[in-house]
């Protein structure tokens, strides 16, 4: 079974570029999650959908900070413009929503800005 | 504010003892608890949960003991072996989100 995909893994970027993380969740669910992994915080949620729609995005740190799932098979994490601070991994994840099932990661996007 | 603390930032253990890891957490609302495993250049994996109507919940080698009282949990690993070696997140939900709040991890060597 496919699990959670990200693409790209690794990117690499000058300070001020626009940078595009993509996501596609595991058939079926209905749940999406974007987090943020740094050593000072750990895993950090940044915003999370149900069926397409945001319901929390507390945890987007600014507005440079946005993200779209335009289809229940795909979302978008896009940074603009791009600050060296934004270096982390980021993960996706899915799951069914509302249900115990845990949620399922993907091998996240490392992103670093120059 | 860190709701979810894992104080033991890593923890080394010989392989076929006990391996304990523990999670605290701040919030009484909480009522769902995971654990998952990470090992480098890869994503969480989901190992093992709890409701807060359990105190323990088993699985293989791994158990997980939820103290509502004091508001902790811990992660036991028995035998412990070499493959275990990873990243451990203790993670919290409250009942009416699907939103996990993770600690910041516990990093576990095991060796021979």
């Known amino acids: 079974d496919a699990g959670v995909i990200q693409s790209p893994r690794h990117e690499v970027t000058e300070m001020g570029q626009e940078v595009t993380l993509r996501c596609k969740p595991i058939?079926?669910?209905?749940?999406l999650f974007w987090y943020r992994q740094t050593m000072m915080r750990g895993l950090e949620l940044l915003i999370y959908f149900n069926n397409n729609v945001p319901i929390d995005d507390s945890g987007m740190p600014e507005d440079r900070f946005s993200a779209k799932m335009p289809n229940a098979s795909f979302s978008t994490l896009k940074i603009q413009p791009s600050e060296p601070r934004d270096s982390a991994v980021y993960f996706c994840?899915?799951?069914?929503?509302?249900?115990?099932?845990?949620?399922?990661f993907g091998d996240g996007t490392r992103l670093s800005i120059l | 504010d860190q709701q979810v603390k894992q104080n033991s930032p890593s923890l080394s253990v010989q392989e076929g003892r006990i391996s304990i890891l523990n999670c605290d957490y701040t919030n009484s609302m909480f009522d769902y608890f995971l654990w998952y495993k990470k090992y480098p250049a890869e994503g969480p994996t989901f190992l093992i949960s709890?409701?807060?109507?359990?105190d323990k919940n088993e699985d293989g080698r791994f158990t997980v003991f939820l103290n509502k009282s004091a508001k902790h949990l811990s992660l036991h690993i028995v035998p412990s072996q070499p493959g275990d070696s990873a990243v451990y997140f203790c993670?919290?939900?409250?009942?009416?989100?699907?939103?996990?709040?993770f600690g910041t991890g516990t990093r576990l060597q095991v060796f021979p």
């Open positions: 993670a919290a939900r409250r009942g009416n989100t699907d939103k996990l709040i």
């Open positions: 058939s079926g669910h209905n749940s």
């Open positions: 709890i409701s807060s109507i359990k």
């Open positions: 994840a899915s799951s069914l929503q509302g249900s115990n099932q845990p949620q399922h």
